[in-house]
């Protein structure tokens, strides 16, 4: 009942930086959690970050692999999440993915329900 929409998605050399955008329609308040997930071509799908629209502090996670480069927030007033991506490095290049569920803060696919269409990151050397 979430739909998802991606945008931001290009081309960057490594050190460089991007920011992602996920705009949600349709029945967002009960759906409460925002995350964004990444993929590679024979890897799994793999969770980068998530956040509530419900607490005070969004209570942000984040892959260990991106910790200190990347940061998810948020805008209510927009129904809009971001992901801020900062040092990216070529191993950060992925179609990365937005996702809306509900109840707690989840990095597991298992958690949610609505997806975005993706959107392809690359970072050369």
């Known amino acids: 009942q979430v739909q998802l929409v991606e945008s931001g998605g290009g081309s960057v050399q490594a050190g460089g930086s991007l920011r992602l955008s996920c705009v949600a329609s349709g029945n967002t308040k009960p759906n409460n959690i925002r995350a964004w997930f990444r993929q590679v071509p024979g890897k799994e799908r793999e969770g980068v970050a998530v956040v509530s629209t419900w607490t005070v502090d969004g209570s942000p996670v984040y892959a260990d692999s991106v910790k200190g480069r990347f940061t998810i927030s948020r805008d209510r007033a927009r129904n809009t999440v971001y992901l801020q991506m900062n040092s990216l490095k070529p191993e950060d290049t992925a179609v990365y993915y937005c996702?809306?569920?509900?109840?707690?803060?989840?990095?597991?696919?298992?958690?949610?329900?609505?997806w975005g269409q993706g959107t392809q990151v690359t970072v050369s050397s």
């Open positions: 996702a809306a569920g509900a109840g707690s803060s989840s990095l597991s696919t298992w958690s949610y329900k609505s």
